[in-house]
């Protein structure tokens, strides 16, 4: 059964950063394309950023680009998010996704996802 399972979310002060993992099992990571979606209270879920099976490709969100960087470690079959300069509206669910062939920001391409991990910027 495959499985994603995000950690490192919590609270943090504007301008901090966070590093968030997602863990897969039950299918070998290194074939899928892997990304990190947000939603916030009342919001739709919004696409952050995407890496290519080898990680060598990526892409960011608009709201996020300059600030966050996505990467993966396949020989731990784990992704990462490092969260830079955090503000107060990029508190969120933040979700892992995976996905075969490209890696691109539309979540209905998205075949498995996890539970999701809690990021709150605030003072």
């Known amino acids: 059964q495959s499985q994603l399972v995000e950690s490192g979310g919590g609270l943090v002060d504007p301008g901090g950063s966070l590093r968030l993992s997602c863990v897969s099992s039950g299918f070998n990571l290194e074939y899928y394309s892997v990304a990190w979606f947000r939603q916030a209270p009342g919001q739709e879920r919004e696409f952050v950023a995407a890496i290519s099976t080898s990680g060598k490709d990526t892409e960011s969100g608009d709201s996020v680009k300059g600030r966050f960087t996505i990467s993966r470690d396949n020989a731990k079959a784990t992704l990462y998010l490092q969260m830079n300069n955090l503000k107060p509206e990029d508190s969120a669910i933040y979700y892992c996704?995976?996905?075969?062939?490209?890696?691109?920001?539309?979540?209905?391409?998205?075949?498995?996802w996890g539970q999701g991990t809690q990021v709150i910027v605030s003072s």
């Open positions: 996704a995976s996905r075969p062939g490209y890696y691109g920001p539309d979540e209905i391409d998205y075949d498995d």
